[in-house]
């Protein structure tokens, strides 16, 4: 199940994990991605809390939250070599992985074909 936010990330939940990145919209935005900051291990955030950085050669911006947990993974090949996040920014190019604290706030979020609606 993947889910959409309007602040264009997305969020895979498999068990009580969810897998969370910038939508390929976002990064299309952005252009060309030469900075990743991401947060550490055992960090905790609630719905909508900035959760990372990425920067492009145009602008700056906050990747939010767009579920409360505990980060249990970060993605270092993105940290690594932030280009990865242009080349598959719903795919390998993940953010974090984190332990979900509430599986209902799944439901605040949009559905594929809501995002695209939303995005035009």
Known sequence: M???TEDHEWVSVEGDTATIGITEHAAGQLG???FVE?????TKFKQKGEMAVVESVKAASDVYAPVSGE???????IADD????????EGAS??????????S??????DEASYRKLIG
Request: charged letters at 25%; a positive charge; glycine letters at 2%.
């Open 2 to 4: 993947k889910k959409y």
């Open 32 to 34: 060309d991605v030469v």
């Open 38 to 42: 991401l947060p550490a291990v055992g």
């Open 71 to 77: 980060v249990v993974a970060v993605n270092q090949a």
């Open 82 to 89: 932030p280009a990865k996040v242009n080349a598959d920014p």
């Open 94 to 103: 993940w953010f974090v992985k984190i332990k979900l604290s509430s599986r």
């Open 105 to 110: 706030e799944l439901d605040r979020l949009m």
